[in-house]
């Protein structure tokens, strides 16, 4: 299966299928799987507070082949070892709030595959290839119990980012992401007088 079928199927069906064999992106897989990003981008904006980011084809791009590779590696491993850093390159640090929207298209489905790659071989390296994305990508890592590796501010100073940021550590509960004070207004300005019921025990946890 090419990259953009992929792409298509895992946000259409939430199913991953890969090919066992390794071999590079064609340029016209490479500029189908643009369009199909695009378009997605365009269809997630409806569940996005405000005023959502712009789009970022090329760091979309690197987040769809890596989700890709990471699939694949976590099936076979043709190169063993090896082949990780290859396979799974890191993409610059985001330093745009289009650059973290865009590359969490993708990157919100790492949660599972790390899970899974956890379950299968604990001491794997990919594990800890997976565990290091996630924590340079904090928007798409809420809920892992990963401390960021990299600066927040670009999510916190983003209104729209901020809120689904927000939104995610609520839903997951994860108190850690919490210690940012500009995170902790918002989790409590959401949360208002419901918290009882949508994060119980939240004030416990947090009591000096």
Avoid at 16 to 29: E, R
Avoid at 91 to 116: F, K, M, N, Q, W
């Amino acid at each position: 299966m090419n990259l953009s079928s992929f792409i298509t199927t895992l946000v259409r069906d939430g199913q991953v299928t890969v090919d066992t064999a390794a071999h590079s992106f064609s340029k016209d897989d490479l500029t189908a799987t643009r369009n199909v990003l695009l378009h997605y981008y365009q269809h997630d904006l409806t569940d996005m507070p405000g005023e959502a980011p712009a789009f970022d084809s090329d760091t979309a791009l690197w987040a769809a082949g890596f989700i890709y590779r990471a699939a694949q590696l976590i099936r076979f491993r043709p190169c063993g070892n090896t082949g990780i850093e290859e396979w799974l390159p890191k993409h610059a640090v985001a330093t745009g709030p289009e650059a973290v929207y865009s590359a969490d298209l993708c990157l919100r489905y790492l949660p599972d595959l790390l899970s899974i790659a956890k379950n299968l071989a604990p001491a794997d390296p990919l594990v800890q290839r997976l565990t290091d994305i996630a924590a340079q990508w904090p928007f798409s890592s809420t809920g892992m119990n990963i401390y960021p590796a990299t600066p927040i501010a670009v999510i916190t100073e983003h209104p729209s980012l901020l809120q689904a940021y927000t939104d995610r550590i609520i839903a997951s509960k994860d108190t850690g992401r919490c210690n940012d004070p500009v995170v902790m207004t918002a989790v409590k300005t959401s949360l208002g007088s419901y918290a009882h019921l949508l994060w119980p025990g939240f004030h416990d946890s947090f009591r000096d």
